[in-house]
């Protein structure tokens, strides 16, 4: 049984306030702001269009500050704001916003309004409560106090008729936010007056989301699609409208149909994509869950602007240590919702948390490495002093517990040797004894209790006990051999005994993945290594029902041993691999590859009822992912991949769901956690500007960002949201009925965002863009929207559309088919002034090539739209060849010259034998005509001649 797999991702750049607030543009019945910016505020918790997702309610926040300038900033602006990674300042010319760290330290990049009159009105609008001072500069004359600060600002007419509003979103007025701008379009006003220009950006694109990219060596800047509006009587309509991007780089927003005796407002995003809340460097290594479903996270970060909550009361440490990076630990509520804490953790030199485990009470147990000399040590005993008050030398681990609520340090202490030391996993048990391994190069590793008291040689792997108040070892033993180990995960067994993974290494045999089991006393109790000749990793372990071990790891063998798998073959370079254990090491129950054609490294395993899980790392854009569609197929590069393994019969195990998570850059695994119901929570890192995401929570990824999922695995109360039927179609000039179907639950409300999309078929020529939220009541399992046909007419069999649903709320899931084609069938041609979906269309109109266009549309139909790889085809083609086919409806000659160039192809599909034979001839007698000018020509006795040369000077 398949089961119900529901996706909801939440952002990238975790606990920056730059959140992507959607785009909904918005029109009020009259002029009035406060009704605009509302509504541009409800409007903007919608995820994405396209993303197969649900709503995650969006962080309450405070809008930003707008500073009038009183001197604190260049002459040219009239008011400035400033969050945690930009600041920008307006001017009746346009705005200037500069970016705050990454890799290229600052950018500049200044949106102009392009022939404005330069003399625009403004006026701020709602004032904030407060005053902004600035005092800098060693002199009280250099200094501004009591600057009043804005809600909005708004500048009348910077075109005749339209007024420019800024206004902010999210974040405080030091912290961040998202920053949007709306264009009110006066009745009587032409929009196309609109015209933009963005300098500084190294690079302008339209994404196919329709979302605009200004690419900076910063981070990234993504406005998204605006969506325009007109509120009238009966509620709130829906405009088309797209951005446009000329080939000069010049910007404008192409309106679609609307009221022009009503006001238009067009509500673009500016969002920024930063990495965890600052420009530098923040990566996330580990995840952990609590009994409320509350998501925690934590790893390092060089950002000292990574941003810290709540204000009160404040976090641990609130702000940066100093060093290279700063350990981070963020806290997630269960619904993706809220942020409760983040906080930073460490001393002055790098520090970084590896793992996570919660204690009875719900305080954080951290392990990690560090080589700061002055992290904070503490006992929860006031009488007592933590194990190790000390940096031994070079790096040591770490563990330290933090309060519940991230408030308070309730103990930590160092554990290490004098020379290179780390902790990679941690747990604890019933009674607080906190466990860890990790491992060492120094020869003075504090043991206790030791199975091996001395390291064997090169790195060793060392596994550790403490007691619940960190005062004292419990055991901690060395565990290597002469060459490399190396630890990497950990888990308490179900006799409550320390599960260790990772690999030993062999002269003869290379890495071995491995796992030792040892006593609550710090015996070894049992150890398997398995493998095959090349190198074996073991990088994550968890528990099943029945107590088994299950490992996931790396390997390069083409010999690993196997035990009915589900993936029977390394299929690249290194796959990842799925490996369960009984309790005692001793027999082999479950071993499987988990791979492509590329690259995959395991980074993390759950189980959970009868499926197991794997997070891995994978390159590979060809790869088994089983009967059901995936969320995502890999966009580029390195993606996260998930896979879920259904072990119900455990003699054919079979792929229950697999997906890639990623954009078009380089994403990765790090973690994964399961709950009690199933739902699986996992995080990673991502470069990806375009990173799929929901509600935009934290802001869109970009350079060295953090993502986090959930996946619903178990059926829900408020049902399914689907297509009824994955294909419609209907003939042109028609009003075509959708029905989206509420599946198994109807428990309470309910609602669901759709919208069109061109696949073959062109909005605005084909089809009418429809944008729209269906509600479905109280036990309401039906609901319908109109899609309207233009009139336009095609030679084309079929041109398609496709429908998509997003954005489920009220508890409902979106579930397949998410996504359905629409298409316009047995559209004749018109006579003259023909619309027509592809340059063979148009060159094949009306003439004796007509018929041949059926066997390239049998080849489209039948061999590349069944296909994600064919599908992505047709539709480049289409979108990318619509300016030839424009070019061929308004020039006939260029027609007449195309069909003759077409014709070879168009037949040599209908008749492929007698094109091969028409082929051969040619060849055959183009080579015998020039193998008779080739002959030799006998010399004749010729009298001598002038020859004269004639030279024509050509200019170049």
Not at 767 to 795: H, K, M, N, R, W
Request: glycine content about 10%.
């Amino acid at each position: 049984m398949t089961p119900l797999f529901a996706l909801l991702l939440v952002a990238a750049s975790y606990l920056t306030d730059a959140d992507l607030l959607g785009t909904r543009a918005s029109i009020s019945p009259t002029p009035s702001v406060a009704a605009a910016s509302e509504h541009s505020a409800q409007t903007s918790r919608q995820s994405k269009a396209g993303e197969r997702c649900t709503n995650l309610p969006t962080l309450p926040k405070l809008p930003l500050a707008f500073e009038e300038n009183c001197g604190q900033a260049a002459s040219d602006f009239d008011y400035i704001v400033r969050g945690g990674s930009f600041s920008m300042g307006l001017s009746p010319l346009g705005a200037q916003l500069q970016l705050n760290g990454g890799p290229q330290g600052r950018a500049t990049v200044t949106m102009r309004l392009v022939d404005t009159s330069g003399e625009a009105r403004c006026l701020p609008e709602a004032p904030l409560p407060g005053y902004v001072n600035d005092l800098r500069g060693p002199s009280t004359t250099d200094w501004v106090p009591g600057i009043a600060t804005w809600e909005r600002v708004r500048y009348y007419d910077v075109w005749p008729g339209i007024d420019l509003l800024y206004y902010g979103v999210g974040g405080t007025g030091n912290t961040g936010g998202a920053l949007e701008y709306d264009f009110i379009v006066g009745v009587g006003s032409d929009p196309t007056a609109i015209q933009l220009a963005f300098e500084g950006a190294d690079n302008i694109s339209l994404a196919h989301t329709g979302d605009l990219v200004l690419e900076t060596g910063t981070g990234n800047i993504i406005q998204h699609a605006p969506v325009m509006y007109q509120e009238t009587n009966t509620g709130t309509t829906s405009v088309p409208g797209a951005w446009k991007l000329d080939e000069g780089g010049a910007l404008s927003f192409a309106v679609g149909p609307y009221d022009t005796t009503r006001p238009l407002i067009i509500d673009p995003v500016i969002a920024y994509t930063w990495s965890l809340g600052g420009g530098g460097l923040d990566q996330v290594h580990t995840a952990a869950l609590d009994a409320s479903g509350n998501l925690y996270f934590a790893g390092e970060t060089s950002s000292a602007d990574f941003p810290t909550r709540p204000i009160l009361p404040p976090p641990y440490q609130d702000s940066f240590s100093g060093g290279s990076t700063d350990a981070f630990l963020c806290k997630l509520s269960e619904d993706g919702s809220e942020v409760l804490f983040s906080t930073f953790f460490g001393g002055t030199g790098s520090d970084s948390i590896r793992a996570l485990a919660l204690a009875g009470d719900g305080s954080l147990v951290m392990a990690g490495v560090t080589d700061s000399s002055d992290l904070p040590t503490l006992s929860s005993d006031p009488l007592g002093t933590p194990f190790q008050t000390a940096l031994a030398g070079g790096t040591d681990g770490f563990v330290a517990t933090l309060s519940a609520d991230g408030t308070t340090l309730v103990q930590a202490t160092y554990l290490g040797g004098s020379e290179a030391d780390d902790l990679r996993a941690v747990a604890v048990d019933e009674n607080d004894v906190v466990y860890v391994t990790g491992n060492t190069v120094s020869d003075d590793f504090p043991t206790q209790a030791a199975s091996q008291a001395t390291r064997a040689g090169g790195q060793d792997a060392i596994v550790a006990a403490l007691t619940a108040d960190l005062s004292g070892l419990v055991y901690a033993t060395y565990d290597g051999t002469a060459l490399e180990d190396e630890a990497r995960a950990m888990i308490l067994d179900a006799a409550g005994y320390a599960a260790v993974t990772g690999y030993h290494e062999d002269a003869a045999k290379g890495r071995e993945a491995f796992v030792r089991r040892v006593t609550t006393g710090g015996a070894f109790l049992t150890h398997a290594s398995f493998g095959g000749q090349g190198d074996d990793e073991g990088n994550a372990i968890a528990l099943d029902l029945d107590g088994n071990l299950c490992i996931a790891g790396t390997t390069t063998s083409t010999d690993f041993p196997l035990e009915t798998p589900v993936y029977y073959q390394l299929w690249g370079g290194s796959d990842a691999f799925m490996t369960c254990l009984d309790p005692d090491t001793s027999t082999l129950l479950f071993s499987s590859y988990c791979g492509g054609l590329g690259d995959e490294s395991g980074r993390a395993i759950a189980a959970h009822g009868d499926m197991l899980t794997i997070l891995a790392d994978s390159d590979s854009i060809a790869m088994n992912l089983g009967a059901n569609e995936p969320f995502y197929w890999n966009q580029g590069g390195q993606d996260a991949l998930l896979v879920s393994i259904d072990r119900s019969d455990p003699a054919l195990p079979s792929i229950g769901f697999a997906t890639f998570f990623g954009g078009s850059a380089t994403d990765s695994a790090a973690a994964l956690a399961v709950d009690d119901f199933g739902t699986l929570h996992l995080v990673g890192n991502t470069n990806s500007a375009d990173f799929p995401t929901t509600d935009s929570l934290f802001g869109s990824p970009s350079t060295d960002s953090v993502f986090a999922a959930q996946i619903v695995t178990s059926p829900l109360e408020h049902g399914q949201i689907v297509f009824h039927d994955p294909y419609y179609s209907t003939p042109p000039d028609a009003t075509k009925r959708i029905r989206v179907d509420r599946l198994q639950g109807t428990e309470g409300e309910a609602t669901v965002e759709y919208t069109t999309v061109d696949f073959i078929a062109w909005h605005d020529v084909h089809y009418v863009p429809t944008t729209g939220t269906l509600t479905f009541a109280e036990g309401q399992s039906v609901a319908y929207f109109d899609v309207e046909l233009l009139p336009t007419s095609d030679d084309e069999l079929d041109v398609v559309l496709i429908l998509r649903l997003y954005d489920a709320t009220g508890g409902a899931m979106l579930s397949d088919p998410w996504e359905a084609e629409l298409r316009i069938h047995n559209t004749p041609p018109l006579d003259g002034g023909q619309v027509l979906a592809c340059p063979a269309g148009v060159v094949a109109s009306g003439t004796w090539l007509a018929p041949t266009l059926d066997d390239a549309r049998a080849l489209r139909d039948n061999y590349l739209m069944p296909h994600p790889l064919g599908r992505a085809i047709v539709g480049a083609y289409y979108t990318t060849t619509r300016p030839i086919t424009e070019h061929l409806i308004a020039n006939k000659g260029a027609r007449v010259m195309a069909r003759c160039l077409l014709a070879p192809a168009l037949l040599g599909l209908r008749y492929p034998v007698l094109s091969l034979l028409l082929l051969c001839l040619a060849t055959g007698i183009i080579g015998w005509r020039m193998t008779s000018r080739n002959k030799p020509v006998p010399l004749r006795q010729r009298s001598a001649q002038t020859m004269k040369v004639k030279a024509r000077r050509t200019s170049k």
